[in-house]
Nanobody, 124 residues
Framework: EAQLVESGGGLVQTGGSLTLSCVASGFRFDDYAIGWFRQAPGKEREGISCISAIDRDTDYADSVKGRFTISSDSAKRTVYLQMNGLKPEDTADYYC?????????????????WGQGTQVTVST
């Protein structure tokens, strides 16, 4: 059974950093693109970063570009999202997802497996 488990969320002050982890199991990790999404209270879920299968190319939403870094460790079957320079508007539930495609994508429809999410709160 495919499973994704996020961790690393928490409360941090503006300007602080957090690293989210997404541990995958139950599918061929290297064959899947992994995306990070977030959903703020009262807003729709948005794709913020992704890493492709095979070549591990990366892509970011404009809202996080230059502040967030996505990376993967195949041996640990884990994808990380390093978040620096956090702002109150980054407050949201963060989800990782896996999709059987080799390209980068921030579209929810292209991901088959989803984690349960981890909460990030950035205080002023």
């Amino acid at each position: 059974e495919a499973q994704l488990v996020e961790s690393g969320g928490g409360l941090v002050q503006t300007g602080g950093s957090l690293t989210l982890s997404c541990v995958a199991s139950g599918f061929r990790f290297d064959d899947y693109a992994i995306g990070w999404f977030r959903q703020a209270p009262g807003k729709e879920r948005e794709g913020i970063s992704c890493i492709s299968a095979i070549d591990r190319d990366t892509d970011y939403a404009d809202s996080v570009k230059g502040r967030f870094t996505i990376s993967s460790d195949s041996a640990k079957r884990t994808v990380y999202l390093q978040m620096n320079g956090l702002k109150p508007e980054d407050t949201a539930d963060y989800y990782c997802a896996a999709g059987l495609h080799v390209w980068t994508s921030k579209l929810e429809s292209e991901y088959e497996y989803w984690g349960q999410g981890t909460q990030v709160t950035v205080s002023t």
